[in-house]
């Protein structure tokens, strides 16, 4: 999860807040991110940076290490020629 806070999230009782609700977010198992806006608007090559490195790698959608891609419909039941 990306969050980007305004200035009003510098505010203790705010800060506990998010804290908390961070904690409960990251104890589900989701990473959590958060970047001011400041940060973004200033900073953005490194606020994208933290992204790309917290995401790590892409991922082929639909494959699986070591699946097997299994013949079309089409090649189903065809006996190969010898």
């Given amino acids: 999860m990306i969050e980007v806070d305004g200035g009003y999230h510098l505010a203790p009782a705010q800060q506990q807040k998010d804290a908390a609700r961070e904690a409960f977010i990251s104890a589900s198992g989701i990473r959590f991110l958060r ?16 992204i790309a490195r917290t995401l790590g790698p892409p991922r082929v959608a639909g494959r699986c290490e070591g699946a097997a891609i299994s013949p079309s419909s089409d090649e189903e039941g065809r006996s190969t020629p010898s």
């Fill in 35 to 50: 970047f001011s806006n400041q940060q973004v608007l200033e900073e953005l090559p490194a606020v994208l940076d933290a």
